[in-house]
């Protein structure tokens, strides 16, 4: 079995340091050949001195790139030019003949046994949970799944998902294992032009995904860590480094987001 770990990336350098650490601490099948491979995306040179000894390329378009305490800024540009790197490591994936792709984004901090449990699952697409605060102090969680449209679903799936467990739902992302045999269906990351309403590559993907007949799961046994701003990174390092879990970071909601925009 191969299997290809990676993204692309435009992070800080503290964040960063955090990711790999995750990625390198992984436990693997015992008989699997595991890669990483990695885009730095108009990144910050001193991302390249931590990525020894995994591969890499640049690729630098000049676009900007926006992030506040508040939220993520994703113009039409951001979210093109992230198709477009994604593509490009499917296409290393069926050149280089992976059985398996597991797209990580950049803030999320795997548990060493993230990459086994999605596996054992048996699925040609799953991912693995985690919860995001929507706006600092609101205690409003969101999760990178949904069951319809853009990224809708009810406080009854939410409610559900925190129970551990394996469930088909209508998209997800960002922490994700995609079998080969999905690639070879001509599942991918390009834009559909012709759907205004989804816009973001995850979106266009799962939409071509289910059209091809695939389903699409979420794994909620371990949730993951998403060090969306630079708050939710300081209490992750104040936690992880004093005794607490990965998974604790995405436990702590204070109420879940019924999500229907």
Not at 85 to 96: C, M, S, T, Y
Not at 119 to 138: C, H, R
Not at 144 to 173: F, H, I, K, S
Request: hydrophobic fraction near 35%; glycine fraction near 8%; charge should be negative.
């Amino acid at each position: 079995m191969k299997i290809l770990i990676g993204s692309p990336v435009r992070q800080d350098e503290p964040t960063f340091i955090e990711y790999l650490k995750g990625i390198d601490k992984l436990l693997v099948p015992k008989d699997a050949q595991v890669a990483r491979y990695f885009i730095l995306n108009d990144a910050d040179p001193a991302l390249k001195e931590h990525l020894q000894p995994h591969e890499y390329e640049e690729f630098n378009t000049g676009d900007e790139y926006i992030t506040t305490e508040q939220t993520h800024h994703w113009s039409p540009e951001n979210l093109n030019k992230m198709s477009v790197l994604r593509n490009r490591l499917i296409k290393k994936v069926l050149d280089e003949g992976y059985d398996y792709f597991f797209m990580v984004d950049s803030d999320i901090i795997l548990q060493q046994q993230t990459l086994l449990q999605l596996l054992s699952d048996k699925v040609d697409l799953v991912a693995n949970i985690f919860w995001t605060e929507g706006q600092p102090g609101s205690g409003l969680m969101w999760s990178n799944c949904w069951m319809y449209d853009q990224c809708a679903y009810g406080r009854e799936d939410a409610e559900r998902w925190l129970q551990p467990g394996v469930y088909e739902v209508g998209g997800t992302g960002a922490c994700f294992l995609i079998s080969r045999k999905v690639f070879e269906a001509g599942v991918d990351y390009t834009p559909i032009h012709n759907i205004q309403a989804f816009h973001g590559e995850d979106r266009w993907f799962c939409i071509r995904a289910v059209c091809a007949g695939f389903k699409i799961y979420i794994d909620t046994h371990r949730p993951v860590a998403h060090l969306y701003r630079p708050s939710v990174y300081e209490a992750y390092m104040k936690l992880r480094y004093g005794g607490g879990k990965v998974g604790d970071t995405g436990r702590r909601q204070k109420r879940v987001k019924n999500k229907r925009d």
